[in-house]
């Protein structure tokens, strides 16, 4: 996951571990030889449209949203469709409210015909106040949640317990790609324990003697603090 940084020098760009204490308490309870946090790499303006999300300070906020105007103003002064005059007065009505356009209640059509314009504020833009920037490593895991991203968890044994990061609404097809493309050419089947039915079971053979493992095809969708394991043909 990217991150870009707008107009915040306090924040050191580069990669950055986001800490996890429920991957910790499954990592004690497994006792795996190495525990893996998920990693975020934090970029700067330059490549601010590469980025899946921006932190921006609240009192900059309004830079960014000028920035779309330009855009959609230009656009506008240029197409000669109706129909995307009429999705940019759309989105223009939206930013002179200095509202963000990923969060307006777009369709999935017009999400789909502004996908190509590089808008700034159609990705999640999270203001921050100065105060925060103390715990940076509180910022980021605050920004992951708010991105609408979801944190699972593998348990490879001994060898190592790794959080992964995907997209709300991943499937296990999906996700399972994500780790290894034979595990997702392969699939047969997920094999599911809820964070908090693991860490009241003490583990996962005690989760699986009380019933709290769930057998998922496919398409299921991955949820936030799922435990997975994959079943595959090699």
Known sequence: MKIAVFAIPEINLGKHNIKDARLDQVYKIVKSKKETYIQIELVGEDDILSADAIIVLKDCRADLVLKDLEFI????SRTE????????NKLKSILEKEEFIFSSALGEEEKRAISGYGLLTNKPVMPLDKEE???QDKLLARVVKESGLVSFFITAGEKETR???IKKGTTAWEAA?????????????AEIISYADFIQAGGETAAKQAGKMRLEQKEYLIQEGDLVNFRFSK
């Open 73 to 76: 103003e230009t656009r506008l």
């Open 81 to 88: 469709s109706e129909e995307e005059k009429t999705i940019l």
């Open 133 to 135: 920037l103390a715990d």
């Open 163 to 165: 959080a992964w990061l």
């Open 177 to 189: 790609g994500l780790i290894h493309s034979d595990i997702q050419r392969g699939f047969i089947r």
